[in-house]
């Protein structure tokens, strides 16, 4: 079964700084999707990037960007220019013929 | 305003009781999804749906049922809850092709069962 595996259970960065937060993940598919989510202390799960396997070119939203690696599966999420509402669990997530598998996350502290 | 609803919010019951968690979609999205998130483990597909009357399981379906009759409602059933339900129950919809699309997540329930 494909497995998602977060390696770092706690990260903090410093406002305005930049962290990386890394996410491998087992598979033997060549067709998937990658996403990474975020978690706020509220526990609305709300949708930070996603990424197409087939497309070599990296997804960037605003401050965060991945940096996908298929041949290695890495999937690591970029947030540059640290904010405090940045603080929250992120989840890796990957997706291929309906079976979503989450990791087990990344609590993240922004420190001012 | 377009959302994922779901009641009740906060659940305390007792082992046996069967109870439904009701999920709520106004969005006209094809594809919903019930997961459970505990601590050191992420989230876990229970079930999903990709359309009314067409559902399947995912990664942890044993001890919860689905229905799905109509396009916007998508409950979760216990039938006998147990103490290792006791969980963060999330639904999901998105618009059409699975869970490779963007989710909409609802704002979570929390079940205790004692």
């Known amino acids: 079964a494909q497995t998602v595996t977060q390696s770092q259970p706690e990260m903090s960065v410093q406002e305005a700084e930049t962290v990386t937060l890394s996410c491998t993940y087992d598979t033997s598919e060549s067709d998937y999707y990658l996403f990474w989510y975020k978690q706020p202390p509220s526990r609305q799960m709300i949708l930070v990037i996603r990424q197409e396997a087939y497309k070599q070119q990296n997804a960037t939203e605003n401050r965060f960007s991945v940096n996908f690696q298929k041949a290695a599966k890495s999937f690591s999420l970029k947030i540059s220019d640290s904010q405090l509402g940045d603080a929250a669990m992120y989840f890796c997530a990957y997706v291929s013929n309906n079976d979503m598998r989450f990791g087990a996350g990344t609590r993240l502290t922004v420190k001012p | 305003e377009a959302q994922v609803t779901q009641n009740p919010r906060y659940l305390i019951t007792v082992t046996g009781k069967k109870l439904t968690v009701t999920c709520s979609q106004n969005?006209?999205?094809?594809?919903m999804s019930w997961y459970r998130q505990d601590p050191g483990l992420g989230l876990r597909q229970i079930y999903y749906?990709?359309?009314?009357?067409?559902?399947d399981k995912g990664d942890v379906p044993e001890g919860y049922k689905v229905s799905r009759k109509e396009k916007r409602n998508f409950p979760l059933i216990l039938e006998s809850p147990s103490p290792n339900q006791t969980s963060l129950y999330f639904c999901?919809?998105?618009?059409?092709?699975?869970?490779?699309?963007?989710?909409?997540f609802g704002p979570g329930t929390r079940l205790l069962v004692l």
């Open positions: 999901a919809s998105s618009l059409w092709g699975g869970p490779q699309e963007t989710q909409y």
């Open positions: 969005m006209n999205h094809e594809y």
């Open positions: 749906s990709m359309n009314v009357e067409v559902t």
